[in-house]
């Protein structure tokens, strides 16, 4: 009996030194939290996505107590939560534009043709990286839903063979243009009222028999536009939408109708 005894004071001793000592260790290394940072970090939402380009809402919280980053830089949160945010910094939040994703490609089963049956691993990367493309263009969407699993909001789903945002559920996080190994995607303004729906560098003739809704680079577009707002670059129409006022003349002229409402 007596050994049982003495084995149960020595646990319970040994226990208490090394839960003193814990205590002790605990106070001597504890990491001090700005309560601002706390703050701002409850007003963020969470999804740790990376769109602000931080690792995760902790991070982007401390980036912004630290001056680093704007107190309107969550694209997911928006507007709502860039105002409160900038109550517990004692700043404005400014004016925010909202964003979208924007796939540069309409090249459906509808407008373009199947060259070639890729049966590898169903993603877009990889198809890539094999050197082939299902579809006639080489710039168009591959169609394998690689943007639509890195989106987490479901805001994008491939679409006879084309990938498509719903700009209801958009956060504008840039996961899926990080993701396109095509650079098919963009952020543009949801104001937009217009956009080029095509990615092709190659010239008129190619484009036309790989895609009857290309770009063919014949810049009537340009001559068009009152405002200069769209010029053509390597044979494809771009819209500068600080300049663009959504009158619509260049997507009329457009002979391949590349230039859409959105």
């Keep these: 009996m007596y050994p049982v005894l003495v084995a149960t004071v020595a646990v319970a001793v040994i226990g208490f030194v090394m839960g003193m000592l814990l205590i002790t260790v605990g106070k001597k290394f504890k990491v001090e939290v700005d309560e601002k940072q706390l703050a701002v970090r409850e007003y963020l939402p969470g999804n740790n996505c990376g769109g602000c380009g931080y690792?995760?809402?902790?991070?982007?919280?401390?980036?912004?107590?630290?001056?680093?980053?704007?107190?309107?830089?969550?694209?997911?949160?928006?507007?709502?939560?860039?105002?409160?945010?900038?109550?517990?910094?004692?700043?404005?939040?400014?004016?925010?534009?909202?964003?979208?994703?924007?796939?540069?490609?309409?090249?459906?089963?509808?407008?373009?043709?199947?060259?070639?049956?890729?049966?590898g691993i169903h993603d877009c990367a990889?198809?890539?990286?094999?050197?082939?493309?299902?579809?006639?263009?080489?710039?168009?969407?591959?169609?394998?839903?690689?943007?639509?699993?890195?989106?987490?909001?479901?805001?994008?789903?491939?679409?006879?063979?084309?990938?498509?945002?719903?700009?209801?559920?958009?956060?504008?996080?840039?996961?899926?243009?990080?993701?396109?190994?095509?650079?098919?995607?963009?952020?543009?303004?949801d104001k937009a009222a217009y956009a080029v729906r095509c990615s092709s560098k190659e010239k008129g003739p190619a484009v036309k028999k790989s895609c009857d809704t290309g770009c063919i680079g014949c810049k009537l577009c340009v001559k068009q536009c009152e405002h200069e707002a769209i010029t053509v670059e390597n044979n494809i129409a771009h819209i500068d939408y600080e300049k663009c006022v959504g009158?619509?003349?260049c997507a009329e002229k457009c002979p391949a109708k590349a230039i859409t409402l959105r």
């Design 55 to 119: 690792a995760g809402c902790d991070a982007m919280a401390e980036a912004i107590v630290k001056g680093e980053a704007p107190v309107n830089g969550c694209p997911v949160g928006g507007a709502p939560v860039a105002e409160k945010i900038s109550q517990v910094m004692g700043v404005s939040a400014g004016d925010q534009e909202k964003m979208v994703a924007f796939v540069k490609c309409f090249g459906t089963c509808e407008h373009t043709k199947q060259t070639s049956n890729y049966v």
């Design 126 to 189: 990889a198809a890539a990286a094999s050197g082939l493309s299902p579809w006639a263009c080489d710039y168009g969407c591959m169609g394998l839903g690689t943007c639509e699993k890195a989106c987490p909001f479901g805001a994008i789903h491939v679409v006879n063979g084309v990938a498509v945002v719903d700009r209801d559920l958009c956060k504008a996080c840039g996961k899926c243009v990080a993701a396109c190994p095509k650079h098919l995607i963009e952020l543009i303004p």
């Design 247 to 249: 009158c619509g003349k």
